[in-house]
């Protein structure tokens, strides 16, 4: 290696001013979920928002990489709308959510941002709608013990009948068909 191209090399690896230089490398986030984690008596004719803190490359916002689930499973909601403007996907339900049930938005790995890539994790973000007969939120709870009966404690730290995701069921149990196992 020549004296120059070796003294270019450490002007690179020192910065201009003689420092060593740092490239800090964000992970592409969720910054808010609407409705947001942990919310209860929402009103099932919402919408789901997800925005981001990158602009998204718009084929990676799919029915495969963004949706929403209940215990019934994944819920077919079409095509996720994207907005560049706001980084903010949007579900829209053709129908409205049923009462008192609790349903869970799933953003994949899937999803990549124009800057900083894609998603490094699976991220999930859930919600229960309003009963029928007003807002009453189920007993709250930290564990199955918690619950009265049959009924599991869900992510969102209220008592359910049925799972959602893995993360209703007590450690070590899947949730499939709405049911811990």
Known sequence: MTKAALLFATTLALGACGEATSVVVQPLRVINWAPSSGAVCVDPG????????????????TPQSLYLASS???LDLGAPQYDKLTQTARLQPTTAL??????????????????????PVQ????FETIQRIG????PECQHPS???GTQLCSSIGTCIDACVTDRDCPTGQSCAAGACG
Do not use: H, M, N, Q
Request: charge should be negative.
């Open 46 to 61: 919402t919408r789901i928002l997800v925005t981001f803190s990158d602009d998204l490359v718009a084929t990676s916002v």
């Open 98 to 119: 049923d009462f008192g049930r609790l349903y869970t938005i799933v953003v994949t790995t899937a999803v990549k941002g124009a800057r900083d890539g894609a998603l």
């Open 72 to 74: 019934s499973g994944r």
């Open 146 to 148: 918690d619950c009265p």
């Open 123 to 126: 991220l999930e973000s859930s």
């Open 135 to 138: 807002c009453a939120p189920g």
